[in-house]
């Protein structure tokens, strides 16, 4: 029951936003701060999506080795401040990840 709910609510939420601004036509003229803030609202939801998966995975019962995904994490963040795209900051983040997992992965396994 909950899904539904969740799922019906998406679906509310997703029509409205699509059909307010053809309803309000030019009778409304948010402000600039307004529409920075809209420019950005994709890519906020994208990283909270991101950050839920990232608590997911430092939670202890997952088993996996925390401090590859904290240098993935700081790198990414770096890249992504500094203005560069979005296949740029995740190539970085996979790449960081992996060297982390490479120079750490014999201590964290006990080898």
Known sequence: MTVWFA?????I????LR???LVLGSRVHPSEQA?????????G???????????GIL???????????VVALGVAAV???????MLVTVV???GAYGAALLVTGPILLGQ
Do not use: F, K
Request: net charge positive.
């Open 7 to 11: 799922v019906l609510a998406a679906g």
């Open 35 to 43: 529409q920075a803030g809209l420019r950005h609202a994709g890519m």
């Open 59 to 69: 939670q202890p019962a997952a088993g996996l080795p925390v401090l590859p995904v």
């Open 19 to 21: 059909v307010l601004p």
């Open 92 to 94: 970085a983040g996979v």
């Open 45 to 55: 939801a994208i990283t909270a999506l991101l950050v839920l998966g990232i608590v």
């Open 13 to 16: 939420v997703s029509y409205v």
């Open 79 to 85: 890249c992504a401040g500094l203005g560069r795209s």
